[in-house]
């Protein structure tokens, strides 16, 4: 008997323990990146792996200091590229969250990250961006998310081999299976 409530203590403090850790999840998200189809994997308990793929609008980043993104549909074109992204995003604050009676639920928290995009242009140059940001995850109910992130990107033309320094913002809304 007291080995069952020493066992039953053991595992509770072992679930107990375990709520701020971060959770593998799969995901769909629509946002100002467009739509995808993404993964989320822990490292460790605060560092977490973001791979997506999806379609988005066209990044164009022509000769000189500037970089163009269009999505959409008109009628004489289509504004719409394929895209592979990678984020790894390290959460700061899940502790204090925790602390303070706030959820956790879907890697919630705010977070520093560094994401990495590959966007497959039809008409125009391939472009990679790489962007540092700060931004928070929230959830919206059980399997609702909402991200957003602020920062800075490097945008490079891979077939002319130059690139730009720009402003990044994002928003997504999201469902987690």
């Known amino acids: 008997m007291k080995f069952i409530k020493i066992s039953l203590l053991l595992f509770s ?62 009628a004489s074109e289509t504004y719409l590229s394929p895209f592979l992204r990678a984020q790894l995003r390290y959460y700061f604050n899940r502790d204090k969250r925790e602390e303070r009676g706030h959820s956790l639920l879907n890697n919630t928290g705010s977070f520093v990250g560094f994401q990495s995009k590959m966007v497959f242009n039809k008409n125009v140059d391939d472009v990679l961006t790489n962007d540092i940001y700060f931004g928070q995850q929230l959830p919206l109910g059980k399997h609702w998310i909402y991200r957003y992130h602020v920062g800075l990107g490097l945008g490079f033309n891979l077939a002319q081999g130059f690139g730009v320094i720009y402003p990044t913002i994002g928003s997504s809304f999201g469902y987690s299976f």
């Open 13 to 74: 403090s072992f679930l107990f323990s375990q709520s701020k850790d971060l959770n593998q999840k799969f995901k769909i998200e629509i946002g100002f990146q467009g739509l995808n189809f993404g993964y989320e994997k822990p490292v460790s308990n605060k560092l977490l792996l973001d791979f997506n793929a999806g379609v988005g609008g066209v990044v164009e980043i022509p000769e000189g200091s500037s970089i163009n993104y269009q999505m959409g549909v008109t």
